[in-house]
């Protein structure tokens, strides 16, 4: 397995105004997408930013790099049985809007018997790892939390590379320090700030 692959959805207050109408995601607020890829270490393997937020997962993944590895053969091998079935690739997990890819592993929809219970069970808490990422990843750097202020889509790109490449150097630091995972604190409301842009830049 390479891990967890999910989308998340920053809002973007001061979208151009002529960009609006292809920003304006779901919600109804205009945002950006980060498709990523997190093991459960949370370290983050993968990271795609740059889309607006009117693009579903599907449409993400068809513009990301994540499968390049996979495609150009620079992956490790690997060889797995499951189920009677030799595997000579990695597999992602995902939910069920993604496409039902080889390299993607989905959940059960409707499980009925105990093994399909218990494997259902186990892939949608194994999947939870990438969500946990993109709490911490927001929980950790304050400007992924609320909505963004800025206005040049470049700038923004920077913001969110830099936010994941400290975050990955905590994990690492913590993975060699024998720390642990690190999870906030359990039943604690962690409040979105108000952020004001400051006059003086």
Request: with cysteine; glycine share 6%.
């Amino acid at each position: 397995m390479f891990g967890s692959v999910d989308c998340m959805y920053w809002e973007w207050k001061n979208c151009l105004v002529e960009w609006q109408s292809t920003h304006r995601g779901r919600s109804g607020k205009n945002t950006l997408v980060l498709e990523a890829v997190a093991s459960q270490d949370l370290w983050i393997w993968h990271a795609f930013f740059r889309m607006p937020g009117s693009y579903n997962d599907i449409n993400v993944l068809d513009h990301s790099s994540v499968f390049n590895g996979i495609i150009n053969g620079q992956l490790p091998p690997v060889n797995c049985v499951v189920n009677g079935h030799h595997y000579r690739m990695g597999y992602y997990l995902s939910d069920g809007i993604y496409p039902k890819w080889a390299t993607l592993m989905q959940t059960i929809p409707h499980p009925t018997t105990t093994k399909e219970k218990l494997f259902a069970q186990r892939q949608e808490a194994a999947r939870k790892d990438v969500e946990r990422a993109f709490g911490i990843l927001q929980i950790k750097w304050v400007i992924t939390q609320g909505p963004v202020h800025y206005w040049e889509k470049d700038g923004l790109r920077l913001i969110m590379k830099t936010c994941i490449i400290f975050h990955n150097m905590i994990i690492e630091d913590e993975r060699h320090a024998n720390v642990g995972r690190w999870t906030p604190p359990p039943e604690d409301a962690i409040p979105i700030p108000t952020l004001n842009r400051c006059p003086s830049f």
